[in-house]
Each structure stands twice: as structure tokens, then as C-alpha cells.
């Protein structure tokens, strides 16, 4: 499996909700090109003192993302294919 680190700022231009109502991305522009992803990925929540991020691993079907939320900006950190 081929790792690119990226860790640059996107845009989140979809959002979905689980059935607990806790969100996730469903599509992310990246460099000009759409990418949607197919569920709700796995996440795990990080706190350190008052300041919480959030890290996501999504996928479109053919490779991975790991996404960052911290407070309203997200960073696209890591592409596995």
C-alpha cells in the first residue's frame, strides 16, 4: 500500500449523519477534483486539555483518506491507495 502525506486544507462540500446524528463528510474537493466517499469511515476523537480534534480514515471504494477536524477546518492529511 502506497502512503502520500498531504496535510493541506479542503473543503467539505457534503456532509452526512449516522443514525445518532453524529456527522461525517460524504464528498471533500481536493485540488480541483470532487471525491465522495462511500460510508462513514472510522474516526477517533483526541483531547489535549480543553482542545479536542477529531481524525477521521474514509474511503472512496479505491483508496484512503485520513481526514483532521479541528473546530470548523479540515485537513486532508494522508492518501493510502
Known amino acids: 500500500m ?3 502525506l498531504i496535510n493541506e486544507n479542503i473543503a ?5 449523519f449516522k443514525q445518532n ?10 485540488r480541483g477534483s470532487a ?3 462511500i460510508d462513514a469511515g472510522l474516526r477517533c476523537l ?3 486539555g ?3 480534534s477529531e ?7 479505491h483508496s484512503f483518506f485520513r ?10 492529511l494522508s492518501i493510502s491507495a
Open 46 to 48: 483526541i483531547r489535549k
Open 67 to 76: 481526514l483532521r477536524r479541528d473546530g470548523g477546518n479540515w485537513t486532508l
Open 35 to 37: 471525491i465522495e466517499f
Open 21 to 30: 446524528l453524529t456527522p461525517y463528510p460524504r464528498r471533500i474537493e481536493y
Open 50 to 52: 480543553s482542545h479536542v
Open 2 to 4: 502506497n502512503n502520500t
Open 12 to 16: 467539505v462540500t457534503s456532509m452526512g
Open 55 to 61: 481524525v477521521m480514515t474514509m474511503s472512496d471504494g
